[in-house]
Structures are given as structure tokens and as C-alpha cells.
């Protein structure tokens, strides 16, 4: 399977899992009749998972939302038959997590349920009277609606449970791990690199390219004549005509920095800055070694972000969930509002009462995605919508620090990494289990 399509298919996967808020009119009348064997009128029912139905309606709306979205992002799909048997498939799982989390997920109280709801309503930036009213026009009881909101929140802690139990790490495991994180620092150094990037527009002007260049050079002239690093670096950032940009990336191992930034500073000390402008596809770039370590073993870089949590759900799906983000990074850039207020009043994560900070975290803390987005963000800034298994995110990483490990603290650390890196495996394996104890009858289209 091609990296695009692993991408579509994850996402529409992960979409089963928190869409179930509110079916669509057809599918919830087909739930409703369930027990007469009744479909909408030119429905059919595709297949039959313990008591639930799997309909034509709800692939076909599944296919074009999966359509509109991969059309969006300018992805390609596979055949249509294979995208319909993998839609068939992820529906035939959902129908399957959903019965059993109704029978073995814990107890949602109304209080929780009423603040899910009401998340809902903000994402479509309407009231609870709104919602009820649309709701009703799309022919979808508030109660079923509710209903399936709590069918939502009792399938992602049902399916975390239970696989979280199935992980299994050993102190062979951890120890394996450690021993290679050694050898490979030792043979690599870490670099906390700092850059004054002026960059160069698509089709630029050999002219252009002459002046944003001339302008790179006389800031360098200027750091190598005496004038602070960080200095010169707020002069730029704030003269915003090219919209050049500065800071600290933070301490990472070389494999984690762009081959051509390691190539341009390679033999300089901590402290030191690169004697000449480099060029790269992003424009032109003033590198400084903030700092250069030799074996990392016991020491890492922890990183201090907030974020904003939004799930989709059936009334936005992730691509409008994804513009609803970028809106709200336009405001915080714009200053119309804080990241803390908006976390506050919007954020769908147990941190939006501290106004979405997740405190002082090591690397390999969060999902690898959430991890790596909030890795590469300099101090400050806020980053594009991030897509993990919980949601759409908004980081800012707030500040960052060189901090030592005891061995308790090591061990920790590689332990979360383990944990994230069997996860996939662990949910294969459950899934798999479930639907092997779940009734499961496939229909004939009629003729």
C-alpha cells in the first residue's frame, strides 16, 4: 500500500472511531427498524454484525466523504473495489467495538456527556437551540443524538483499555533499547542549532534573489563584526517586509536535522557561528551552534507546550475540523484571541481548565505524531493543525531545557517509547480478537 493511501486509510479508520456522535438520517432509521429487517427505501442492508446493520447508505456516504477529502488534499485512492472493501471492513469494526463497549465500557455520567455535547456545538460555531433545530431538520432525534456520543466516548475508552492491557514491556525490552540509544549517541553528536531564515519566494527574480541574499550576508557580516546573535535575530524577525523568521530549534541528534544544516556547521564548537549564508530550497539561512554534544545518553531536551484538542465528529469531519484549526491559529497570530482562551473554551482534552498546558514532557511522552510536530516547533510558535489518533491539535511550545536522567527517569522515558511503538500492534491484535467472537453475516446485494 502507497504512503498516500496509508494516510487516507488511517484517517478513515480513525474517523469511524469518532463519528459515531450522530449517524445520518438513513443510517439511524436503519438502526431504529434493526429489528424488523427494515431499511430506507433503495437501501440495503450489506451486512449484519450481532444486531447491528451495515448498509449501501452509509458506504456510499462513507466513499464520498473519504472522495471529497483525498480530492482536498490531492491524494490518489486505490480502485474503487478495494476502497469500498476497505470502507466495508472499518464499518463491520466499528459495528463490532461499539456492541462490545456497550457492554463492557464504564459509566459515562451526564455531566461528562452534557460537556461532550456541548463541544459539538461550539465545533459548528452554534448554540445547544441551533444544534437541536438542525438536528431536527436532518431528521435526527436529540436523544439519539446524545445516545451516540456516549457510544463514542465508551469506544475510545474501551478500545484504549484494552489495549493498553495487551502491552508488554519487559526490563529485557528496556534494556535492549537503552543499550542502543548509547551506541547510537555516542556515535552521533547532538547540535541546538539557531537560524536567521530569510526566505525565497516560488519564481523569484534573479534580482530578488540578489537582494534577499545581499540582505542574509550583511546580517552575518554584522554577528562575525560583534553585534549579538540573538540581537541580530530580533532585528530581522521584527523588519517582517521578506517575513524572515529566527530562533532555536532545540537540542536533536544529527538524524534529526536537515543533512544540508549538519553538512554547513560540521566542525564548529558550541557558541560558534557558520562562516558563510546558507542556501536551501527555503531561502537563506544564518546558522549558529547555540550548543554541540557528544553522547546524549543521560541527558535529553524537555519541552514545555499547550495545545488545542478538537475531535470530529458527524457534523465536521476531520478536513473541517482541519480548516476550523487554521481559523483559530489566524486568530491567535492575529492577536483576536490567546491560545490560553481558546484552550479554554474550545479545547475537547483534560488540560483546556489549564488553558491546554501540558506541563514539562519528555520526548516520547505523547503519540509519535503529536511527539514529532511539537519537536520541530521553535519556542513560541504555534503550530498547522497535527492529525493523531485523538483528534486535530494546535501545539505551542512555550520553552524547552536540557534536562539530566537519573536511571528511574531513563527507563521511564524508554518505556513510553516502547509503548508507542507496540500500540498499532496491540490494536491489530484486539481488533482481530473481537471480530473473531463478533456474529458476522454478509448480505448479497438484492437483484
Given amino acids: 500500500m502507497s504512503e498516500p493511501l496509508k494516510s487516507i486509510m488511517a484517517a478513515l479508520l480513525t474517523a469511524g472511531l469518532t463519528t459515531l456522535a450522530a449517524m445520518s438520517p438513513p443510517a439511524q432509521a436503519q438502526s431504529d427498524r434493526r429489528d424488523e429487517g427494515a431499511t430506507p427505501s433503495g437501501d440495503f442492508i450489506v451486512a449484519v454484525v450481532n444486531q447491528e446493520l451495515v448498509t449501501a447508505i452509509e458506504i456510499e456516504q462513507r466513499l464520498a466523504r473519504v472522495r471529497e477529502n483525498a480530492a482536498r488534499a490531492g491524494q490518489r485512492l486505490p480502485p474503487e473495489s478495494v476502497l469500498r472493501k476497505q470502507i466495508l471492513e472499518g464499518l463491520i469494526d466499528e459495528r463490532a467495538q461499539m456492541a462490545y463497549a456497550r457492554e463492557n465500557g464504564p459509566r459515562i455520567d451526564d455531566t461528562e456527556l452534557d460537556r461532550a455535547v456541548a463541544n459539538v456545538a461550539a465545533q459548528n460555531k452554534v448554540t445547544m437551540a441551533q444544534m437541536r433545530e438542525q438536528l431536527a431538520k436532518e431528521g435526527i432525534a436529540f436523544s439519539r443524538f446524545r445516545k451516540n456520543v456516549r457510544d463514542q466516548m465508551l469506544v475510545e475508552r474501551v478500545r484504549d483499555r484494552e489495549v493498553q492491557s495487551r502491552i508488554r514491556i519487559t526490563d529485557a525490552d528496556i534494556d535492549a533499547l537503552l543499550a542502543k540509544q548509547r551506541a547510537d549517541n555516542a556515535a552521533a553528536p547532538s547540535y541546538n542549532l539557531a537560524q536567521i531564515l530569510i526566505p525565497v519566494p516560488e519564481n523569484a527574480s534573479a534580482t530578488d534573489v540578489a537582494r534577499l541574499k545581499g540582505r542574509a550576508e550583511a546580517a552575518l557580516a554584522r554577528i562575525r563584526g560583534g553585534e549579538a546573535f540573538e540581537a541580530e535575530a530580533r532585528n530581522i524577525a521584527a523588519d517582517d517586509s521578506d517575513k524572515a ?203
Fill in 245 to 447: 523568521t529566527s530562533g532555536e530549534l532545540g537540542l536533536r541528534p544529527v538524524e534529526r536535522l536537515p543533512d544540508a544544516f549538519i553538512e554547513h556547521v560540521r566542525g564548529l564548537s558550541s557558541g560558534q557561528t557558520a562562516a558563510t549564508v546558507l542556501r536551501t530550497g527555503a531561502g537563506f539561512h544564518v546558522l549558529k551552534v547555540v550548543e554541540r554534544r557528544d553522547g546524549q545518553a543521560f541527558s535529553l531536551t524537555e519541552t514545555h507546550a499547550r495545545h488545542i484538542l478538537l475531535r470530529p465528529n458527524a457534523q465536521l469531519d476531520q478536513a473541517a475540523v482541519i480548516r476550523q484549526m487554521a481559523e483559530l491559529k489566524a486568530q491567535i497570530a492575529s492577536g483576536a484571541a490567546t491560545f490560553e482562551a481558546i484552550a479554554k473554551a474550545r479545547s475537547e482534552d483534560g488540560s483546556a481548565a489549564q488553558g491546554g498546558d501540558l506541563g514539562w514532557t519528555m520526548p516520547g511522552t505523547f503519540v509519535p505524531e503529536f511527539d514529532d510536530a511539537m519537536t520541530a516547533l521553535p519556542v513560541g510558535e504555534v503550530s498547522d493543525p497535527v492529525i493523531s489518533r485523538f483528534g486535530i491539535h494546535l501545539i505551542q511550545v512555550l520553552e524547552r531545557r536540557q534536562a539530566a536522567l537519573d536511571i528511574r527517569q531513563e527507563r521511564e522515558q524508554a518505556r513510553n517509547v516502547l509503548r508507542e511503538k507496540k500500540f498499532d500492534e496491540a490494536y491489530a491484535e484486539w481488533n482481530r480478537e473481537l471480530r473473531q467472537r463478533t456474529y458476522i453475516e454478509m448480505r448479497e446485494p438484492p437483484l
